[in-house]
């Protein structure tokens, strides 16, 4: 089945409008670059909104007799923070921590995903393919967030 001559016409002005830009990527730079600078500025965010936000919260959940620790980078070949959750009375070899890496395989720029990790059990907080989308309030509120589910699991 052949299309009509209209039809025909308009694909050839969508290709010649967008083809050129597709075949660098959307943004002009080719995917490892893009990528690289998904994650130069997913490290600024870390620096920026994520560390300090889980640090204000640690210092509020140390005021109350629990201890914290950050580490960046753990095992990762892309930016990634843990936030470590050491509550009083739960053994210090328990497992309960705040998880955000980049996702080296992620389609287009990359995506960030942010888990909770409690015992062996991992649950997926969010993920965000849009770094803009990651503010002091969202942060400081998914951090709460999982720290209640910290909180209520080792309270079994």
């Known amino acids: ?20 830009r597709l075949a660098q ?18 490290r600024r965010i870390l620096a920026d909104i994520i560390v300090p936000t889980f640090k204000a919260i640690g210092d509020e959940l140390a005021a109350s007799g629990h201890t914290y620790r950050i580490e960046h980078d753990v095992g990762e070949q892309t930016p990634s923070l843990e936030f470590h959750i050491l509550l009083r009375g739960v053994p210090a070899d328990a497992n309960n921590l705040i998880r955000l890496f980049s996702r080296a395989d992620a389609e ?49």
Do not use: W
């Open 25 to 42: 990527g959307t943004s002009g730079f080719d995917v490892p670059d893009r990528r690289g600078r998904f994650n130069a500025d997913f």
């Open 108 to 156: 287009g720029d990359g995506e960030v995903i942010a888990e909770v990790n409690v015992g062996q059990t991992l649950t997926e907080l969010t993920r965000f393919r849009v770094l803009s989308r990651i503010t002091q309030d969202v942060t400081e509120q998914m951090c709460v967030d999982a720290i209640e589910h910290v909180f209520a699991c080792n309270a079994r």
């Open 1 to 20: 089945m052949a299309i009509n001559e209209h039809a025909r016409i308009r694909l050839a002005i969508i290709q010649r409008k967008y083809g050129p």
